[in-house]
């Protein structure tokens, strides 16, 4: 291959990856719009961004206590339908 050949080559993959650069520049601009917009939705609700994980940590335990809770009901429910669909 000829010099000339090489630099042709060469020129090509850095325009490449300049082009690649300002792809992803774009895409990290996107991206971090998207997540202003993410942390501005969240403060409306009355939700500071920063506090989302405790936030979600708190929920997921009230969740599983409710499930348990509902879990003992239906337990009971059950018990008390065992006589009458023997019945049946």
């Known amino acids: ?3 000339k050949d090489e630099l042709k080559q060469r020129v090509a ?3 490449k990856l300049k082009s690649d650069l ?4 774009g895409r ?3 991206l971090q ?3 202003r917009q993410l942390e501005e939705s969240c403060r409306q609700k009355g939700y500071e961004p920063s506090d989302l994980p405790s936030i979600l940590k708190e929920k997921h335990g009230a969740f599983k206590d409710e ?3 509902m ?3 239906l ?11 023997r019945e049946i």
Not at 22 to 25: C, G, P, Y
Not at 75 to 85: Q, T, V, Y
């Open 33 to 35: 719009h998207e997540l």
């Open 75 to 85: 337990d009971a429910f059950e018990s008390s339908l065992k006589p009458f669909l």
């Open 67 to 69: 499930l348990s809770r």
């Open 13 to 15: 993959r850095r325009e």
């Open 22 to 25: 300002e792809r992803l520049k």
């Open 71 to 73: 879990d003992t009901q």
């Open 1 to 3: 291959m000829s010099l």
């Open 28 to 30: 990290k601009e996107q």
